[in-house]
């Protein structure tokens, strides 16, 4: 079996603090995405990253594909209460159309 | 936001009661899917389609059954309900993007609570 693990399982930190969270495997994707989830709504997309060390940055959040795409890194910048919430890496497999998740970053900012 | 609606959002059942859980999708998407979420296990697949009719298993399908006569609806069926069936379950859709790339759009979920 595939797996993906994140790393840490929970975060809580204070307003304006840096943040990274790390998500692993020993296979390689073709993509990886990473999602957010609200209490009580489903996953929310935030990017996808395709190529071997990619770099995406999305407002305050940088996303970086790994060189041999088998890991991935979600670095938050000057972290604020609305970034709270449960943070999921998803990797693509080769061949497409199924995809397995890690087990989610908790990630708690206090005013 | 993707046209995604699951029905019911909670449900309560007793042990052995047969429950249905219905994803309707108005985008047209060709795959569909249902996950459940566990705390410490994240988002596991429990069965996909990729066309109407045509569906296969994922990592969790014993005791589920799903069927989708329509492009629009995933349905997926609890035969006999289990304790260990309590849990959240989401609907997902994805089409076709660049190569390397199916990211999936999920539904507001179902709470089911068997007891």
């Known amino acids: 079996t595939q797996l993906l693990e994140q790393s840490p399982q929970f975060l809580s930190i204070q307003e304006g603090e840096n943040l990274t969270v790390y998500c692993n495997s020993s296979?390689?994707?073709?993509?990886l995405q990473w999602y957010r989830q609200e209490p009580g709504e489903g996953p929310v997309l935030l990017v996808t990253?395709?190529?071997?060390?990619e770099v995406k940055k999305l407002k305050r959040l940088t996303f970086q594909f790994g060189d041999a795409r088998k890991d991935s890194s979600l670095h938050i910048t000057a972290a604020q209460p609305g970034d709270t919430g449960l943070y999921l890496c998803?990797?693509?497999?080769?061949?497409?159309?199924?995809?397995?998740f890690g087990a989610g970053t908790r990630l708690f900012v206090k005013a | 936001d993707a046209g995604i609606t699951q029905s019911p959002r909670h449900k309560v059942t007793e042990t052995g009661t047969p429950v249905t859980l219905r994803c309707h999708q108005t985008?047209?998407?060709?795959?569909m899917y249902w996950y459940r979420q566990d705390p410490g296990h994240g988002l596991r697949l429990i069965h996909y389609?990729?066309?109407?009719?045509?569906?296969d298993k994922g990592e969790v399908s014993d005791g589920y059954s799903v069927s989708r006569s329509k492009t629009e609806d995933f349905l997926l069926t609890l035969e006999s309900a289990t304790s260990s069936q309590t849990s959240v379950y989401f609907c997902?859709?994805?089409?076709?993007?660049?190569?390397?790339?199916?990211?999936?759009?999920f539904g507001p979920g179902t709470r089911l609570t068997v007891t």
């Open positions: 985008e047209n998407h060709r795959y």
């Open positions: 990253v395709v190529t071997g060390g």
């Open positions: 296979s390689v994707f073709s993509s």
């Open positions: 998803a990797g693509e497999r080769p061949g497409g159309f199924k995809t397995i």
């Open positions: 997902a859709i994805s089409e076709s993007q660049a190569v390397g790339s199916y990211e999936q759009y």
């Open positions: 389609s990729y066309g109407v009719k045509d569906t």
